[in-house]
């Protein structure tokens, strides 16, 4: 608890450092507190440039960071959360000290500059490096390095958003990808701490200032769920254009790295020149888009321009999120779908703004695949709960979108670009890398649905094994009994009691023999029997049987890898 409080404050205080020093290279570089709020004004030290700054301010911006990232922390370029991801879920909460530095003055340098990414990749790995810190320095173990890490990043999301509970639920469902109660308790006081932090300096007023929404006609509902599948749609596209751009720069570039954000710097000042709402974080406009202050046409060009923009200032080695630039694209594709329906259903459609708000977190949703997340930080962010319902219905479809368009998220995409799969082994552990089939032991002496339950017991109190095999008559796998089940059914009144194993047989998640023993520890993890049946990709029937016993033994008896491979592992 003290640890989480910690972590929380430090959090808290990092929110406040990024921040400011984001609006002072803001400030240095344009001329404005948010030159979004000022498209196309010239800098008032550099008048004689007029508009044409934005060419070069991208271009100063990488010349600075550039060589900053390059030389102390690489892992600080991009936006973030799948490195923390990944350190969590493979590394054990390890994350170098200097990246929490270096991550604030390259993203500060790149929002500042007119790079339009987001706020909140770079607080959550600034967090979660402070928390990883605090866990080296008192020595924490694994487990507890991991959820320090969490703390940070919920500290982060809280105190840079004032979101306390988006912070928490943020951590949970995407940092460590689970749900307990000690982490819960833990993520909760780091980010009430940092909140309370983050509340003393900025004040304790909504992140965006909406006008009230509510839902005139239930038909409307109909109209949002459609709404949601497309901006889930328009997530997964985000993602996909994002890392096809950020290829194209791969190949474009033959220089050294840090010179990189500088040459592909001038690439977006001309974008930015072309359309300077663009520049930074964009949230003037995000507000503008809600209010209905932009025609429809205009509109998809700001959701196509901020695509664009956002996926080059990655590309080129810029260093910040993907959310904020989520929630514009949603705002914008919402406040267009709106605008749209005003004209064809002028008694039904509502608000304009109410759109734009429910696209925020669809689009979102559908790129991140992270529900209560999405529902949860709107709500905080806008403080806006009459569409509540709204909301909770076009997250979940555009969630579903993404999930049916696409096996991977805007984050774990990033990795197995990288050829690291956060389910699968880490790169170079000593477990995991053998397939299921070489590690099962053999299928044990099944049961059929129709033996008597009185029968079964004796036949599992002999077998060694908590659970066994069930065959229908045809020799069809038909899934799985365990003796808890058969002990719990043979206590029940007779009238009540399945008479035969069929009545009890359940089928657990697949395992195929062709599957990495690290994917399969996942699912058996989870599983309260002694292990479960490896079943055969073609035809479905058990061929195995993976116990824990077999996965233990496979990293007592692992054959050390021969001298090529070992070089190739180090």
């Not at 039904?348 to 992270?370: C, E, I, P, Q």
Request: charged content about 15%.
């Amino acid at each position: 608890m003290l640890l989480a409080v910690l972590t929380g404050a430090g959090a808290g205080v990092g929110s406040i450092v990024f921040r400011w020093c984001i609006q002072q290279f803001t400030r240095l570089l344009s001329g404005h507190d948010d030159y979004a709020a000022a498209p196309g004004s010239a800098h008032p030290h550099l008048t004689w440039l007029g508009p044409f700054f934005v060419v070069l301010a991208p271009v100063v911006g990488g010349l600075l960071y550039g060589p900053l990232v390059q030389r102390f922390a690489r892992e600080a370029r991009g936006h973030g959360v799948p490195e923390v991801m990944l350190a969590v879920a493979q590394r054990g909460g390890r994350i170098s000290p200097k990246v929490a530095v270096v991550k604030t003055l390259a993203s500060a340098l790149t929002i500042g500059s007119g790079g339009s990414v987001g706020r909140e990749g770079p607080i959550v790995q600034v967090g979660s490096a402070l928390g990883a810190t605090l866990g080296r320095l008192v020595r924490a173990g694994e487990g507890r390095m991991r959820l320090l890490v969490a703390c940070g990043a919920a500290g982060g999301i809280a105190a840079t958003f004032n979101a306390p509970l988006a912070g928490v639920f943020f951590a949970m469902e995407l940092i460590l990808m689970t749900f307990s109660a000690e982490a819960f308790g833990a993520a909760v006081l780091s980010s009430v701490t940092a909140s309370v932090i983050g509340r003393a300096a900025f004040g304790d007023v909504a992140f965006l200032e909406l006008p009230p929404f509510h839902v005139d006609h239930l038909g409307q509902y109909g109209l949002f769920a459609l709404l949601g599948v497309l901006a889930g749609a328009v997530g997964v596209g985000f993602s996909r254009i994002l890392y096809a751009i950020e290829d194209a720069c791969d190949w474009a570039w033959r220089g050294p790295e840090w010179l990189r954000p500088a040459a592909g710097g001038l690439v977006l000042g001309l974008l930015l020149l072309a359309l300077p709402q663009m520049y930074g974080v964009g949230y003037p406009v995000l507000e503008n888009a809600t209010e209905g202050e932009y025609a429809v046409g205009f509109l998809l060009v700001l959701l196509v321009g901020k695509i664009l923009a956002t996926s080059v200032t990655i590309g080129i080695g810029g260093s910040g999120g993907v959310f904020a630039p989520s929630l514009f694209m949603g705002a914008m594709l919402g406040a267009a779908y709106g605008a749209v329906l005003h004209q064809l259903l002028p008694g039904t459609a509502g608000a304009v703004g109410a759109y734009a708000l429910v696209g925020m977190g669809a689009v979102f949703a559908g790129a991140s695949r992270a529900p209560i997340t999405a529902v949860v930080i709107l709500f905080e962010l806008t403080g806006e709960y009459s569409i509540i319902l709204s909301m909770m219905l076009a997250i979940a479809l555009a969630t579903a979108t993404g999930r049916l368009l696409s096996r991977d998220t805007i984050y774990t995409l990033k990795l197995r670009r990288r050829g690291i799969d956060l389910d699968g082994p880490a790169q170079g552990a000593p477990l995991g890398g053998q397939s299921v089939g070489a590690v099962m032991e053999p299928l044990p002496e099944p049961l059929t649905t129709t033996t008597p339950l009185t029968e079964a017991a004796d036949v599992l109190s002999l077998s060694g094994n908590g659970a066994l095999p069930v065959l229908d008559p045809a020799g069809r796998y038909a899934g799985v009994v365990t003796t808890r089940a058969v002990a719990e059914a043979l206590t029940e009144q007779p009238e009540g009691a399945p008479a035969t194993v069929g009545d009890l047989a359940r089928r657990p998640p697949a395992v195929r023999p062709d599957e990495p023993l690290a994917t399969a520890l996942h699912t058996l993890a989870d599983s309260v029997d002694s292990g479960m049946p490896v079943l055969d990709a073609d035809k479905g029937a058990p061929v195995g049987w993976l116990s824990h016993r077999s996965a233990l033994r496979a990293l007592h008896t692992r054959t050390a890898p021969a001298p090529a491979q070992e070089s190739a592992l180090v």
